[in-house]
């Protein structure tokens, strides 16, 4: 694109999913309701590890942290595009528009990073049991989650400043339900070869580093598992790391989804859509996972509530 049709510009529009006015409703009671329970759902995992002594332990420390982390996430898009629902908007501003990519990408990062880390926490405690509180000491455990901040702190001011670089025409709409990173760019008016370069870096070092680390530690974990003699003691050891298992499947499964929709179909309604599974519905299933398949976290809430649950 050439830069001479550019302008200088002070908001963007926001699309959704759909302009029928009908649909509006439904598509905001929805999306609170998904909210409310992912906020809920989170904040008592979260109250959980605080309140019992039991859950005092490092994986339960990561899991708080990711607990925390899928709030943040949700909060940086569902607040604004309710807002905009109901008061029939569909402006972000500029200035907006860039602070929600920066957020976004801080907390999808993070959630990445620390289901990386949870890996190798699990990795440690079934591969080299005697030596794990050696290994995963409460030192070692701040350091990985204070470098996990550290990595996806920079990359996302990165991804911002090179936002910043770029001018953009007067077709401002973007075809997405918030301020998607590639849909933005599209608009630019002036060379994003540069944005697309150090993207696909940035897609390497967040994304597929970390990932790697998840199957390596998971190939060690099934090499142990199999090596146990007894059915009881295999049982044990992989219902250490189930939750954590599906947890990783439902987040690494959707996002590449998201990833492969937008390049096979070009479609922004079908990319907004499978957007919603991994922003919005993987931070909602999250505590249902760990609830559900974690008998500490169920007897943690039980006593919280009283045994009224």
Known sequence: MEPGNSTRISQFLLLGFSEDPE?????FGLFLSMYLVTVLGNLLIIIATIADSQLHTLMYFFLSNLSFV???????IIPKMLVNIQTQSKAITYAGCITQMCFFWLFVELDG???????????????????????????LCGLLV????????????LQSLMLLRLSFCTHLEIPHFFCELNQVVQLACSDIFLNDLVAYFALVLVAVCPFTGILYSYFKIVSSILAISSARGKYKAFSTCASHISVVSLFYSTGFGVYLSSVATHSSHSSSTASVMYTVVTPMLNPFLYSLRNKDVRRALKNLFGGKI
């Open 23 to 27: 649909l509006q409703p439904l598509i």
């Open 70 to 76: 899928d709030i943040c996430l949700v909060s940086t």
């Open 113 to 139: 990073f620390l289901l990386a880390v949870m890996a190798y926490d699990r990795f440690v405690a079934i591969c080299h049991p005697l030596r794990y509180t050696v290994i995963v000491n409460p030192q």
């Open 146 to 157: 204070l470098v996990c901040w550290i990595l996806s702190v920079l990359h996302a001011l």
